[in-house]
C-alpha cells in the first residue's frame, strides 16, 4: 500500500513497536467446561478459540483408524465477523480446508500419538477477530487447548508469522503489515530441539534474506513459547488452590 | 478407487536403497528425471512430461467485470484437476486432501509472487478486465505432481497471447485472432517450484521423487524460486521436523536447479516459436511418436555399473549349493510323465477318473493301462 510506512526511520511500525516486538498477549484456558480442553487466546487485535475433544474412539469412517497411532482431526473456521466485510463462506472454502491441513500436519508432529493407538483427537479452531498472523495465533491457542485436556506433547508447538520490510525482519504482523506485497513467513517451532513443524513463506524474498528471516522467526517463537510456559503455570496455580470456604 | 497399498518389503526395499544412496531408476539424489515440453495447437496450450509424470495446462483469458476492491486490475484463476485417468487413487469429484494442497500452492506460488502484471490486463476500468484462466490437468501421475504443474502453468502462461482490443469512447472491440495479431502476458518471472522428498526423520534427502519414493516419504519440502534467485513460495507438508540448517541447503539446491528449468523453457518457447513462423505443424499430435516398432521406447538410463561384475562374481562364490535339482520330467506315452530316475516315477495322467498321483512303481502297469485307455478314448473321439 503506498503512502503506508511500515517501518518509520526512527524503527517504529504501524502501531508503534519496534521490529522484535510482539503483539499484547491475552490467554485462558479452560474456558468451556464441556470440551476436554479448551483455549482463549489473543494476539494483539486477533482473537482466536480452540477447543480439543479426546482422545476418544474414532467416529464416522472406519478406514481412518490407525492401529499404532491416534489420528488427529483440525477444522479452523473464521467467525463471518471476523473480517472487515463479512464473510459468506466460513468453511469449506480452500483456504480454510488448506489451513485446517497445516494445522493438523503440525499438530501430528508435536503429539505423542503413539500412546493412544485406534483413537481420535479432535482440535476445532475458530478465529473470532481476524487482524493478521491467523494461522500463527490458531497453533498457539491449540497449543494451549492440547495442553488443557492433557493431551501428551513432545514440546510446547509456538507460531509466529514474520515479515521482511526494508531489509529488516518483523516479527509477528499485523493485517496492515501483511497485505501489500510483504514477504511473510509463518513458522511452526518446537523450542527444545529448535525443531520445524511446520515452514511456510509466500512472496518474493531474496535468497540471501532467507537466513536472517528464519532467526527471526525462530527468536520470536522462542519469545512466544516463554509467554505460553507462564499462561500454563499460571493456570495451573489458579486451579490447584483450594476454592475458598 | 483406493490405490493399492504398499507392501512391506517393497517399503523396506526403497529404504533401504535411499540409505545406500540408490534410487529405483538409477539417478542420484539431486537429478531430475528426463524433462519434456511440447505446445499444442492453439497459445497458451502446453503439455509437460516429466519422467513418466504428463501434465497438460490450458490458458484461456475473457472479459470480465472486474472484483470490486480491485477495479482496475484483472483477475487471475487457477484450477488443478486431478482426473481418474492420471491414477486410480483419484476420484472423480471429490475435493480430495491432495487435490485442495496442490491447488492452494499453485495459487500461492503463482498469484502472491506477481509474476504476472495484473494491471495490464484491465480494458475499462471498473466495467471491463481480462480474466485469465490456467486449467492444469494430470494425465499420468508417476509423482511430482506439483513441480511438473508449476512448469506446465508458467510455460503456458509465457506462450498464450491474448485477443487485441481498442477502446473508443465507450465502444470496446475486440478483434479476433485473423484481424489483429494476440498480444502475449506481460510477465515479470518464472516461479518454478522445486520438490524435496524427506526419509527418515529427515535423515535423506531426495529430489524430484517418483511414484514409489512419494508412497514412502516422511514429508515434502517445496520451494518455488525464480532464475534471479528469489524465493516465492516455500511450504512444507507431512509430519516432518525439519531443522534451519536443511531448509537453507535445500534452498541452495533449488537455486541451482531452477536456473537449468528456466533454460529449458525458454529454449522450448524459442524452438516453437520458430516453427510457427517456419509454418510447420505444431501441436499435441505432432509431439505423440508415429506408428513405428520403437516408439514407446524408454530412454536409456545411465545405471552405476562400476563394480557390478565382482560383486556378482562374489554373490555367486559366496551363494549357498542349491537344493537337489530334478531332472526334466520325460514323457514315455501320451498321458504318463516320469520324473526322476526309474522307481521313483510321478505319474501324470490327464485321465478323467483317475486323479490320483501314483508314487509306486508296481501299479506302473496299471498307469500304463488307464494311459492307453485314455488314448483310445482320445483316439475315438476324434
Given amino acids: ?245 | 478407487m483406493k490405490d493399492t497399498p504398499l507392501s512391506n518389503c517393497e517399503r523396506d526395499f526403497l529404504l533401504k536403497a535411499i540409505e545406500e544412496k540408490k534410487r529405483l531408476d538409477g539417478r542420484q539424489t539431486y537429478d531430475y528425471r528426463k524433462m519434456k515440453i511440447t505446445f499444442g495447437t492453439d497459445y497458451g496450450c502446453c503439455f509437460v512430461d516429466l519422467g513418466k509424470t504428463r501434465v497438460m495446462a490450458q490458458v484461456s483469458g475473457e472479459l470480465v467485470a472486474p472484483k470490486e476492491n480491485r477495479p482496475n486490475e484483472g483477475i487471475m484463476f487457477f484450477n488443478i484437476e486431478l482426473s481418474p485417468m492420471a491414477s486410480p487413487a483419484f476420484e472423480q469429484g471429490r475435493q480430495s486432501e491432495l487435490s485442495v494442497k496442490l491447488n492452494r500452492q499453485l495459487e500461492r506460488c503463482l498469484r502472491n509472487s506477481k509474476c504476472i502484471d495484473t494491471e495490464s490486463l484491465c480494458v475499462v476500468s471498473g466495467e471491463k478486465v481480462w480474466q485469465i484462466r490456467v486449467d492444469v490437468h494430470m494425465l499420468n501421475h508417476d509423482g511430482n505432481l506439483m513441480d511438473a504443474a508449476s512448469i506446465a502453468a508458467i510455460t503456458a502462461l509465457c506462450h498464450f497471447k491474448r485477443p487485441d482490443v481498442s477502446i473508443q469512447g465507450d465502444e470496446v472491440t475486440v478483434y479476433s485472432p485473423e484481424e489483429r495479431e494476440p498480444i502475449p502476458l506481460s510477465i515479470y518471472h518464472m516461479p518454478i517450484s522445486v520438490s524435496f522428498s524427506f526419509f527418515q526423520q529427515g535423515t535423506y534427502l531426495l529430489v524430484d521423487p517418483c511414484e514409489r519414493e512419494e508412497r514412502v516419504m516422511d514429508g515434502l519440502l517445496m520451494i518455488a524460486m525464480n532464475k534471479h534467485r528469489e524465493i516465492c513460495s516455500i511450504q512444507s507438508s507431512g509430519g516432518i521436523m525439519l531443522l534451519k540448517e536443511q531448509v537453507m541447503r535445500c534452498s541452495k539446491i533449488a537455486s541451482v536447479k531452477v536456473s537449468e528449468i528456466t533454460e529449458l523453457i525458454s529454449k522450448a518457447l524459442e524452438n516453437d516459436k520458430r516453427a510457427r513462423k517456419a509454418g510447420g505443424r505444431c501441436g499435441f499430435a505432432e509431439s505423440m511418436p508415429q506408428e513405428r516398432i520403437t516408439a514407446l521406447k524408454t530412454d536409456e538410463t545411465s545405471v552405476e555399473m562400476t563394480d557390478a561384475s565382482e560383486r556378482a562374481n562374489d554373490i555367486v562364490e559366496n551363494a549357498e549349493v542349491p537344493p537337489q535339482t530334478v531332472p526334466s520330467p520325460v514323457v514315455p506315452a501320451p498321458g504318463v510323465g516320469q520324473v526322476g530316475r526309474e522307481g521313483d516315477v510321478v505319474e501324470i495322467s490327464d485321465s478323467e477318473e483317475e486323479e490320483v498321483v501314483i508314487l509306486h512303481p508296481e501299479t506302473q502297469d496299471k498307469s500304463s493301462k488307464n494311459a492307453a485307455s485314455s488314448s483310445n478314448q482320445k483316439g475315438a473321439e476324434t
Fill in chain 1, 1 to 245: 500500500m503506498a503512502g503506508l510506512e511500515l517501518l518509520s526511520d526512527q524503527g517504529y511500525r504501524l502501531d508503534g513497536r519496534k521490529a522484535t516486538e510482539l503483539r499484547k498477549f491475552q490467554a485462558r484456558m479452560g474456558v468451556f467446561a464441556q470440551a476436554d480442553g479448551s483455549a482463549y487466546l489473543e494476539q494483539g487485535n486477533t482473537k482466536a478459540l480452540a477447543v480439543v475433544y479426546g482422545p476418544h474412539e474414532v467416529r464416522g469412517a472406519r478406514s481412518r483408524i490407525r492401529h499404532d497411532r491416534a489420528v488427529i482431526n483440525c477444522q479452523y473456521s473464521m467467525a463471518t465477523f471476523s473480517t472487515a466485510e463479512r464473510k459468506r463462506r466460513p468453511h469449506g472454502d480452500r483456504k480454510s480446508t488448506e489451513m485446517s491441513l497445516h494445522l493438523k500436519q503440525t499438530f501430528e508432529a508435536a503429539v505423542m500419538t503413539q500412546l493412544y493407538p485406534r483413537s481420535q483427537i479432535d482440535i476445532y479452531v475458530k478465529i473470532l477477530q481476524s487482524d493478521g498472523g491467523n494461522y500463527s495465533v490458531c497453533v498457539n491457542a491449540a497449543t494451549l487447548a492440547v495442553i488443557d485436556a492433557g493431551i501428551p506433547m513432545r514440546d510446547y508447538v509456538c507460531a509466529c508469522t514474520v515479515g521482511f520490510v526494508d531489509e529488516t525482519p518483523l516479527a509477528d504482523l499485523c493485517y496492515a503489515e501483511e497485505g501489500g506485497g510483504v514477504s511473510s513467513l509463518a513458522l511452526a517451532l518446537l523450542p527444545r530441539g529448535g525443531q520445524i513443524a511446520l515452514l511456510q513463506m509466500d512472496a518474493r524474498l531474496h535468497q540471501d534474506h532467507l537466513e536472517a528471516l528464519m532467526e527471526a522467526a525462530m527468536t520470536a517463537c522462542k519469545g512466544v513459547s516463554k509467554v505460553l510456559d507462564q499462561v500454563v503455570r499460571q493456570h495451573l496455580q489458579e486451579a490447584s488452590v483450594p476454592s475458598a470456604e
